[in-house]
T-cell receptor, first 113, second 112 residues
Framework: KAGVTQTPRYLIKTRGQQVTLSCSPI?????VSWYQQTPGQGLQFLFE???????NKGNFPGRFSGRQFSNSRSEMNVSTLELGDSALYLC????????????FGPGTRLTVL | KQEVTQIPAALSVPEGENLVLNCSFT??????LQWFRQDPGKGLTSLLL?????REQTSGRLNASLDKSSGRSTLYIAASQPGDSATYLC???????????FGTGTQLKVEL
């Protein structure tokens, strides 16, 4: 069974631009969560989607948004990029919503110049 | 607000040693606790998941225990190998926030 896939793996953007990251969960998994990982703040929860609905949101500004499609694939969008948005963005999928075992993808490394 | 602490932050041991990584959390009202490893620049690999009603889980050379009332979990690695070198993260799922809260990790180096 294929694992969680994320595209692209690496991105370089400049301040003010916007970016869209994609995540395909494990087949059959309907929950997708997004996390941001930085050296200073560690891993922080962004949001969780289940059945195309955002179920929970972390403490991030409105520039961070996401959506989930009917096939459970998810996208995350960051608008008006700031230098501090440089991070590894990780997506995790789970069979159930809320509390299921989380399986992570390899991440997208975003660098904002 | 749930806070998760991992001690030690870094650990260097010779190959073959048995070792214990510690994780503590402030809010004992958790659904489950999950241990992960992360290799440099990579995603997280799930190692063990312990439900709140369980006391321990085992997988190969790994054993994780959970004492929910005291807010502690330990990951025991038997007969460590250089391939075990990675950062180990624990994370707790708390119903109130409906999310995983991660610790800051223990960076493990196993030397030949």
């Amino acid at each position: 069974k294929a694992g969680v896939t994320q595209t692209p793996r690496y991105l370089i953007k400049t301040r003010g631009q916007q970016v869209t990251l994609s995540c395909s969960p494990i087949s059959g998994h309907r929950s997708v969560s997004w996390y941001q990982q930085t050296p200073g703040q560690g891993l922080q929860f962004l949001f969780e989607y289940f059945s195309e609905t955002q179920r929970n949101k972390g403490n991030f500004p409105g520039r961070f948004s996401g959506r989930q499609f009917s096939n459970s694939r998810s996208e995350m969008n960051v608008s008006t990029l700031e230098l501090g948005d440089s991070a590894l963005y990780l997506c995790a999928s789970s069979l159930v919503q809320g509390g299921g075992e989380q399986f992570f993808g390899p991440g997208t490394r975003l660098t904002v110049l | 607000k749930q806070e998760v602490t991992q001690i030690p932050a870094a650990l260097s041991v010779p190959e073959g040693e048995n070792l214990v990584l510690n994780c503590s959390f402030t809010d004992s009202a958790i659904y489950n606790l999950q241990w992960f490893r992360q290799d440099p620049g990579k995603g997280l690999t799930s190692l063990l998941l312990i439900q709140s009603s369980q006391r321990e889980q085992t997988s190969g050379r790994l054993n994780a225990s959970l004492d929910k009332s005291s807010g502690r979990s330990t990951l025991y690695i038997a007969a460590s190998q250089p391939g075990d070198s990675a950062t180990y993260l624990c994370a707790v799922y708390t119903g109130g926030g409906n999310k995983l809260t991660f610790g800051t990790g223990t960076q493990l180096k196993v030397e030949l």
